[in-house]
């Protein structure tokens, strides 16, 4: 089981980026996948959760700006980051819980002002 992160980078306040997270190993489109992300010196934090059945939930410090989705034919989840802020700033990571409870590598992003 791989998850594998991509899409990260450096943008200003305002700017957008497309975080994805492709699996090998698992079918995604039958499991709750999460975002985390972790500033330095920071707890890993929950950012957005996907269901199976396509039900997502948001940390309320992103929702509006940040929508998480699911492509099953890429086996790909994405993190759509819009209106970014220097307080987002941080490694993102994606997560599993089942089978095996598998994270991604992470990937950075950095938002300056």
């Known amino acids: 089981v791989q998850l594998v992160e991509s899409g990260g980078g450096s943008v200003q306040a305002g700017g957008s980026l497309r975080l994805s997270c492709a699996a090998s190993?698992?079918?995604?489109?039958?499991?709750?996948m999460d975002w985390y992300r972790q500033a330095p010196g920071k707890q890993r934090e929950l950012v957005a959760t996907?269901?199976?059945?396509?039900?997502?939930n948001y940390v309320d410090s992103v929702k509006g700006r940040f929508t998480i989705s699911r492509d099953n034919a890429k086996n790909t989840v994405y993190l759509q980051m819009n209106s970014l802020k220097p307080e987002d700033t941080a490694v993102y990571y994606c997560?599993?819980?089942?089978?095996?409870?598998?994270w991604g590598q992470g990937t950075q992003v950095t938002v300056s002002s």
């Open positions: 997560y599993a819980k089942l089978p095996f409870g598998t």
């Open positions: 190993g698992i079918i995604l489109s039958v499991l709750t």
């Open positions: 996907i269901t199976s059945s396509g039900s997502t």
